[in-house]
């Protein structure tokens, strides 16, 4: 029974008239127990039922996408107008992909807008995410295999599904060195870019609160731990709950939040500059142009936010009653130390953003081809899971090979603070550590740092998802 439904639904083209009468024929089939709306077992079992592969969730996001009167089940009315729009949209995006205007997409038309979206990926990967949509075996997707594979998506477009590749910085782990999100031209005029970015900025606020208490611990250890001076994680807590209560877990949090703001304004528009300016084709970004213009815009954004770096670093340092807060800090720091203190440690700062950014990205895009290699067999959407997997794994080795350069940096804006401490340049500092406390000095910190992760990265994906919904955002 669905399976004729299927044949008659995708038929090649359709009046206005037959469209309506189709529409009506496919709603009864799908309607089962005849109440008069289609909820989502019933849109599940009969998308199921006429063989349509689609997303885990795909059913539910359909049903609320269209449900207007929110009753939990789209009417036929509902139902008629959710097709129409999506089939609108997916003809308009169908068009955008078909550069040469012939009816079909190829492989060389995938490879190009993914290309257009940041994205390079070979010739055989392309063909691969071309079969889970080719019906016919042509190696050609045409309207009729493009509206089959999409209808019934909640995805509007190949580049919806495409962008869940994009490297996102949503996945915040309290470092702001990543590259900064890729965003369509579609989503820069219909202002989609701000809102992507406001969840952002409020995903990154609520992981760091939550995380603060072990980011609090990892500048302890980079500025007090020695050989000679062992700080355990548990006598460590033990050592701040006994000078300053449970509230003292939390200092330094509040400026780490309100700089988020600015830093992720100055990137974002620093790096769509530097990519104008970089590009070798206009609109058209390689890897390699992505990293050096989101390595400069990192660099750019850190630059202007530095001093808030190291007041970040003072206050989660100090003692009960040494500064009553932000202004107070700020105040202090230039009477007694001068301008130039708050540039302390900017030279390690600023070299790290490279091997982080790097690896960063670079350990992404190996693994995204792995997946998308052995894997991407009905379809190109890597799903939740992998993704938070492959964004924890590749900030994990970017932290891990700039984490050096991260101790040195700390140690470095807390040095006046810190009393008997010496005020020591760079490569004095390095070299004071190696012979001292061997190459795992310069790793101080390391363990609270990679406790953090794993929840930082999940309380950023859940309020980034729930902050999208609340912007207006389609998931």
């Not at 202002?191 to 969840?199: D, K, N, P, S, T």
């Not at 994680?233 to 509230?247: D, H, R, T, W, Y």
């Not at 970089?278 to 815009?297: C, D, M, N, Q, Y």
């Not at 998308?372 to 590749?394: E, F, H, M, Q, W």
Request: glycine fraction near 8%; charged fraction near 25%.
């Amino acid at each position: 029974m669905y399976q004729a439904v299927r044949k008659l639904f995708f038929t090649d083209c359709r009046c206005a008239e037959d469209a309506s009468k189709t529409y009506a024929e496919l709603f009864a089939k799908l309607d089962t127990n005849k109440d008069g709306k289609v909820d989502v077992a019933e849109l599940k079992a009969g998308l199921d039922g006429m063989g349509i592969k689609s997303v885990q969730g795909a059913a539910q996001k359909i049903i609320s996408s269209g449900d207007q009167n929110k009753d939990e089940g789209l009417d036929f009315k509902e139902f008629t107008k959710y097709l129409k729009e999506h089939e609108k949209k997916l003809r308009l995006t169908f068009k955008s992909l078909d550069k040469n205007s012939d009816g079909r997409i190829d492989f060389t038309e995938i490879r190009q807008s993914l290309a257009d979206l940041g994205l390079e990926i070979s010739k055989e990967d392309a063909q691969k995410i071309l079969q889970s949509i080719d019906v016919d075996g042509t190696m050609t997707v045409d309207w009729n295999e493009w509206r089959e594979h999409f209808l019934f998506n909640p995805a509007t477009s190949l580049q919806e599904i495409i962008r869940y590749w994009k490297h996102s910085t949503v996945l915040d782990i309290g470092d702001s060195l990543a590259i900064p999100d890729e965003f369509t031209e579609e989503e820069k005029t219909t202002g989609l870019w701000w809102r992507q970015l406001a969840a952002g900025a409020m995903a990154g606020a609520v992981s760091r609160t939550g995380t603060a208490p072990l980011d609090r611990m990892k500048v302890f250890m980079q500025v007090h731990a020695s050989k000679s001076n062992k700080i355990s994680l548990v006598g460590g807590f033990k050592q701040m709950l006994k000078e300053g209560g449970v509230l003292s877990l939390w200092r330094g949090n509040g400026i780490n939040v309100l700089k988020i703001a600015p830093e992720t304004a100055i990137k974002f528009m620093a790096y769509e500059q530097y990519k104008k300016l970089l590009s070798s084709e206009p609109g058209k970004v390689k890897t390699h142009e992505r990293f050096i213009s989101g390595s400069l815009a990192g660099a750019t954004a850190q630059t202007a936010i530095y001093p808030m770096e190291v007041m970040k670093t003072r206050l989660t340092l100090r003692k009960t009653g040494q500064y009553s807060g932000m202004f107070d800090c700020a105040k202090k720091i230039l009477k007694k130390e001068g301008v130039k203190a708050f540039y302390k440690g900017y030279v390690p700062n600023i070299l790290g953003i490279i091997p982080y950014a790097g690896i960063d990205l670079a350990v992404y895009e190996s693994m995204k081809n792995i997946w998308l290699s052995r894997y991407a067999k009905d379809t190109a959407n890597p799903g939740v899971l992998v993704l938070l997997g492959c964004g924890t794994i590749s900030s994990t080795c970017g932290q891990l090979a700039s984490y050096p350069l991260a101790l040195i940096r700390t140690r470095m804006q807390a040095q006046a603070s810190v009393e008997g401490s010496e005020q020591l340049p760079m490569n004095l500092m390095v070299k004071k550590i190696l012979e001292k406390e061997g190459f795992f000095g310069l790793y101080r910190g390391i363990l609270p740092n990679f406790m953090k992760v794993i929840p930082a990265v999940s309380i950023s994906y859940v309020v980034y998802e729930y902050t999208r919904s609340a912007l207006g955002i389609q998931k």
